[in-house]
């Protein structure tokens, strides 16, 4: 067996809080709230490294021709790629102050929640939820930005895709119960937010003043991408709430797509 040092025993030391949720649902503003509080690491970009870690964990499971005879059996795989991944978020912690809370954020992270549960059974998750119809329109003024045509097509595909989140993120809410926070981005302009943050947990006091400082992130707004807009890095209270531009046709495939999940979500948000 292949035999590498085993940080575990850091998790005794701090709380891992990870931050996701739908693709333009808030994600970012959620994240960096989080990150405001005293006892939390300062805001970091998206961890998509541990993601992309994790989905090649669930690549090498699948992978029993090689894998199995490699590390000895299949649990041999699980144990020694699992403590991987758990190594590296130790070491992120370590490399960030050790906080007593340490909260990561990657959207992508929906795609395989049931395998980050698997790996990290003791984390707790905040998942943003969003309106569909400004879901889907904010998603399409990304495309817009990035030179493509937005068709009816790619309306579909991105409800879809929507859809499917809110059904993992209501399944992981049903299962975890208290280890799951579901986030509503309205909660951002009611003033909500930070009750239910600090109830979900005691330490995410977050301070709408320090949010985006950061000794690892200097200018959030320097490497400006199609997913960013004029909210990125600004405070809070300086922000509006944007209307959907959608048209009708659009407007009809999300209500048939998308909303029937969200009117679900919400029953237990």
């Keep these: 067996m ?9 998790f005794k030391e701090y709380d891992l809080v990870f931050v996701t949720g739908h693709p333009r649902s808030g994600t970012t503003v959620t994240h960096a709230l989080v990150c405001s509080a005293e006892q939390i690491n300062d805001y970091v970009p998206e961890t998509s490294f ?44 370590v490399a960030f102050g050790a906080p007593k809370v340490l909260a990561f954020k990657d959207p992508l992270m929906m795609e395989c929640l049931d395998v980050f549960r698997m790996i990290f059974p003791f ?32 309306v579909k595909l991105l409800a879809r895709n929507v859809a499917i989140d809110y059904a993992r993120a209501a399944q992981i809410k049903v299962n975890l119960r208290g280890q799951v926070l579901l986030l509503h981005y309205d909660n951002f302009f009611d003033g909500s937010y930070a009750e239910k943050l600090s109830t979900f947990h005691p330490l995410i006091v977050s301070r709408p003043e320090k949010v985006w400082d950061s000794k690892f992130v200097q200018d959030t707004q320097k490497n400006k991408t199609a997913w960013m807009t004029d909210k990125y890095g600004k405070k809070i209270d300086e922000v509006k709430k944007s209307s959907p531009v959608l048209d009708d046709e659009q407007r009809g495939i999300i209500e048939t797509v998308a909303v029937p999940d969200y009117k679900r979500i919400m029953e237990i948000i």
């Design 2 to 10: 292949i035999i590498s040092q085993d940080t575990s025993h850091f």
């Design 50 to 93: 541990l993601t992309g870690l994790v989905k090649n964990f669930v690549a090498g499971f699948n992978n029993d021709a090689h894998n199995v005879e490699f590390f000895g059996s299949k649990q041999g795989f699980v144990d020694y790629a699992g403590k991987q991944i758990r190594n590296f978020v130790n070491d992120a912690w």
């Design 123 to 154: 984390a707790r998750f905040i998942i943003s939820v969003r309106d569909p119809f400004e879901t889907v329109s904010s998603y399409c003024a990304v495309k817009r930005r990035q030179g493509i045509e937005v068709t009816a097509d790619i």
